[in-house]
């Protein structure tokens, strides 16, 4: 069975043949032939290449080989929906995963009865490490953030704990900022960003809902590739994430936060649902407004940027017309929202470059005063 190229811009990450070298496969037909029998026939059934290649890491690892010698050691700090996601997906294709939150009673239930993920093919149920106590975790190949963006130093100081000298630190965090505020405390060489088009809510503690598939698409602070972020990428695709290399991962960050600007806050405010807000000629008139000056902002800086940024913010509105947004979520259960690293994020960067920037700030100011009733 051939592998295959996920491309952008040029070489990006390469799935590798799901053959492996002839004195690996001969240890490994030796320990596990009833497992070869049972991956054949998995094969000869189309099973998906991703579940045929998880089966093969479970196994050999089990054994103590593996196709890439030794494998990732990858901490996901920050537990939610999203870290959940990733966490549990790649320690189900057979990386060393550790869950860090500070969510009790979720870890407590991924500690006695492993992550229950829902996903539209059926739950899967997946085994993995997961504690409070980020020291407990040990030292870390990678360092995977999720955590709110105003988490974002607390969450990196507590994390050097975990930080060998070659230790990378990936923000897929959402707004402006992540990856300065790490490299204040990281050698910014050794910081890396991303963004991703997963979906994913919290069910309950322990279980999370795989809401959507998407690509997701990473780069260096610094810019440039290094084999290590190719191996990232690799291990990433193997886990069923699809992953893209990118040297344009600012313009990425800010086309992503240029939807949620358009969508966040004011489904919020209105307790609307994101496709809600495409039925309201008023929602419809300040969601616009927004975005055209978060644009210009972007423009001013030298971002290039999606030709119409504002029929991009529809299109994601009605393909995810029935979620409550996560700055939603927020206000529903009276916590701390990201306000400041997106709507308030444009506000800042527009006054440092004297653009007036009226409805990101008004929408920024309405979304505090609610949270000062918290």
């Not at 105003?150 to 975990?162: G, M, N, P």
């Not at 529809?314 to 929202?337: F, K, P, W, Y």
Request: proline residues 3%; hydrophobic residues 45%.
């Amino acid at each position: 069975m051939e592998g295959f190229d996920l491309v952008s811009d040029g070489v990006v990450a390469h799935e590798p043949n799901i053959a492996l070298s002839s004195s690996v496969v001969k240890g490994f037909f030796v320990k596990t032939k009833k497992c070869l029998i049972l991956l054949n026939i998995l094969l000869a059934r189309r099973t998906s290449l991703i579940f045929a290649r998880t089966f093969v890491n479970v196994v050999l690892r089990r054994q103590g080989v593996s196709e890439r010698g030794e494998g990732m050691k990858i901490v996901v700090v920050g537990a939610g929906a999203m870290g959940s996601l990733f966490g549990g997906l790649l320690a189900h294709a057979g990386e060393e995963v550790c869950l860090v939150d500070l969510w009790k009673a979720h870890i407590e239930a991924i500690q006695s009865q492993g992550l229950i993920l829902e996903e539209p093919e059926g739950p899967l149920t997946l085994p993995l490490r997961a504690t409070t106590d980020v020291a407990s975790a040990g030292k870390a190949d990678l360092v995977l953030l999720f955590v709110k963006a105003y988490d974002t130093e607390r969450a990196v100081t507590q994390s050097l704990v975990l930080e060998k000298e070659d230790t990378l630190f990936l923000s897929l965090q959402n707004g402006l900022g992540n990856g300065e505020v790490i490299s204040q405390h990281v050698d910014p060489s050794r910081v890396l960003l991303g963004v991703t088009n997963h979906g994913a809510t919290v069910l309950g503690p322990g279980r999370i809902r795989h809401a959507g598939r998407g690509k997701s698409y990473l780069g260096a602070l610094r810019g440039g590739r290094t084999n290590r972020l190719e191996e990232i990428a690799r291990v990433f695709c193997q886990a069923g994430l699809e992953t893209e290399l990118t040297e344009q991962i600012e313009e990425l960050i800010w086309e992503k936060l240029l939807v949620n600007v358009g969508i966040n806050a004011l489904a919020a405010l209105t307790g609307l649902k994101n496709g809600e807000l495409l039925d309201h000629p008023e929602t419809l008139m300040l969601m616009e407004a927004m975005v055209s000056e978060a644009a210009q902002v972007a423009r001013a800086k030298g971002i290039r940027i999606h030709a119409d940024p504002f029929q991009k913010v529809i299109e994601v509105a009605r393909a995810t017309g029935a979620n409550r947004c996560s700055m939603g979520q927020d206000l529903d259960h009276r916590r701390r929202t990201e306000i400041d690293v997106i709507n308030g994020a444009v506000v800042r960067e527009a006054k440092r470059l004297g653009i007036p920037v009226p409805y990101n700030e008004m929408i920024t100011a309405l979304v505090k005063v609610i949270e000062r009733r918290f």
